[in-house]
């Protein structure tokens, strides 16, 4: 059971490139989720979805895109980087409604856009 | 929506000592608080958390409270020990559909020897 996995861990991308951070759980959990943490202003939610076929904005959605295609996966695409994105991302999963249920975090992916 | 204000940004204690962290929340439907602990480099963990329905929770040397009335949580620290270092985030919550974290801006606290 490894929990929330994702990659890369870390990643330099130029201005205007693309790129997908992927994300995947093996705890077969319903909510997954996308933040962003940059310094002195916490974790930002940046989409999130409650179910294979299903996704919302959360926070600050500009600049990304989702798909959850199946439980297990939910990755997070860069469409066009910019340097206002160097940021570190945490994908997170939780089992469903109620609550309680705990948000197990993945490692996160630490990027820089120049 | 939901506001969540986290105070210090910053605390400095002794080995030994208390530290209390505090957090205010802006939506009185929140019922959900939850403490993250996040050492350098590492994914943010869950330590504690209290819902509305409680106003107070311990787990050995830390505690969490919560004051419903004034929309209001803290998280208390005993015995601090340098491992106790990181930086911390509370969280606010309520349970209707996703259940939509709101953090706090976190506080560095620092244990010294």
């Known amino acids: 059971n490894a929990g929330v996995t994702q990659t890369p861990k870390f990643q330099v991308l130029k201005t205007g490139q693309s790129m997908t951070l992927q994300c995947a759980q093996d705890?077969?959990?319903?909510?997954m989720s996308w933040y962003r943490q940059d310094p002195g202003m916490g974790l930002r939610l940046i989409h999130y979805?409650?179910?294979?076929?299903?996704?919302d904005q959360g926070e600050v959605p500009n600049g990304y895109n989702v798909s959850r295609s199946t439980t297990e996966d939910f990755p997070l695409r860069l469409l066009s980087a910019a340097p206002s994105q160097t940021s570190v991302y945490f994908c997170?999963?939780?089992?469903?409604?109620?609550?309680?249920?705990?948000?197990?975090f993945g490692e996160g992916s630490w990027l820089t856009v120049v | 929506g939901e506001n969540v204000e986290q105070h210090p940004s910053t605390l400095s204690v002794q080995e030994g000592d208390s530290a209390v962290i505090k957090c205010t929340y802006s939506?009185?439907?929140?019922?959900?608080f939850p403490w993250y602990k996040q050492e350098l480099g590492k994914r943010p963990q869950l330590i504690i958390d209290?819902?509305?329905?409680?106003g107070e929770k311990k787990d050995q040397r830390i505690a969490v409270t919560l004051n419903k009335t004034a929309k209001h949580f803290s998280l208390h620290i005993t015995e601090t020990q340098p491992e106790d270092s990181a930086v911390y985030f509370c969280?606010?919550?309520?349970?209707?559909?996703?259940?939509?974290?709101?953090f706090g801006t976190g506080t560095r606290l620092l244990v010294s020897p």
């Open positions: 997170a999963s939780s089992s469903g409604t109620g609550s309680g249920n705990t948000i197990y």
């Open positions: 705890m077969n959990h319903e909510y």
């Open positions: 979805s409650v179910g294979a076929g299903i996704t």
């Open positions: 939506d009185s439907a929140s019922n959900y």
């Open positions: 209290i819902r509305s329905n409680v």
């Open positions: 969280a606010a919550r309520k349970n209707t559909g996703f259940q939509k974290l709101v």
